[in-house]
Each structure stands twice: as C-alpha cells, then as structure tokens.
C-alpha cells in the first residue's frame, strides 16, 4: 500500500521560505514520477512541480517559476519542494502525488496516490 506523508507546513511572512518534505512508504519510490499540487478552499487543486523517477523537473512556471524546486532523494524515499520569495497568494494546502506512468503532469487522474497535505500560509 502506497503511503504519502507532507510534512514542513507552516505561517511564513512575505518573502520567506518554506522546504516541504514527502515521504513515501509501501512502493519503489525510485520508480514512480512524484508531483506537488496545491489547493485553495473551493478551488481545484493545481499541479505546481514536477520530477521524474530519474530526476527530470518541471514547474507551472506561470506560478511558481524561479522560486520554487522541486527534488528528491530515492535513498531516503523522500521529495522535497523548497519554496522561496514566498508571496500570499501561494497561501494553500499542499499536496505531493505519486505516479508509476508518464503524461500530462496537470492530469490528476494520473496519480495513484495522494497524501494528506500540509497546510501553507503566507502573511503579508
């Protein structure tokens, strides 16, 4: 059973930063694409990064270009989102996925598994 956990949440002001950690039990994590989405209260959750299961990244540039990074490290089953220059309307629950097929990064049908989230709030 494929198990996600968020943690590295928190209250951030304005131009802070936050690294948010997933850590995957229950599969080979060294096979699977892993993801982070986001999502606001009444809203959809919306693809923010990407990294493939050999290290390969993508972001919503429109989004979070040149401020965030999205990596991993298989030895420790563990991805990482390392947001800086944060901004309020990054304000949101974020949430990291799974995948083991390629696609679109922005399908969230594609993702096996999900976690909980973890919630992010910058003040201004």
């Known amino acids: 059973q494929v198990e996600l956990e968020e943690s590295g949440g928190g209250l951030v002001q304005t131009g802070g930063s936050l690294r948010l950690s997933c850590a995957a039990s229950g599969y080979t994590f060294s096979s699977y694409d892993m993801s982070w989405f986001r999502q606001t209260p009444g809203k959809e959750r919306k693809f923010v990064a990407g990294?493939?299961?050999?290290?390969?990244?993508?972001y919503d540039e429109d989004s979070v270009k040149g401020r965030f990074t999205i990596s991993r490290d298989n030895n420790k089953n563990t991805v990482y989102l390392q947001m800086n220059s944060l901004r309020p309307e990054d304000t949101a629950v974020y949430f990291c996925?799974?995948?083991?097929?390629?696609?679109?990064?922005?399908?969230?049908?594609?993702?096996?598994?999900w976690g909980q989230g973890t919630q992010v709030t910058v003040s201004s």
């Open positions: 990294i493939t299961w050999n290290g390969g990244m993508t």
């Open positions: 996925a799974a995948r083991s097929y390629g696609g679109s990064w922005y399908d969230k049908a594609a993702y096996e598994s």
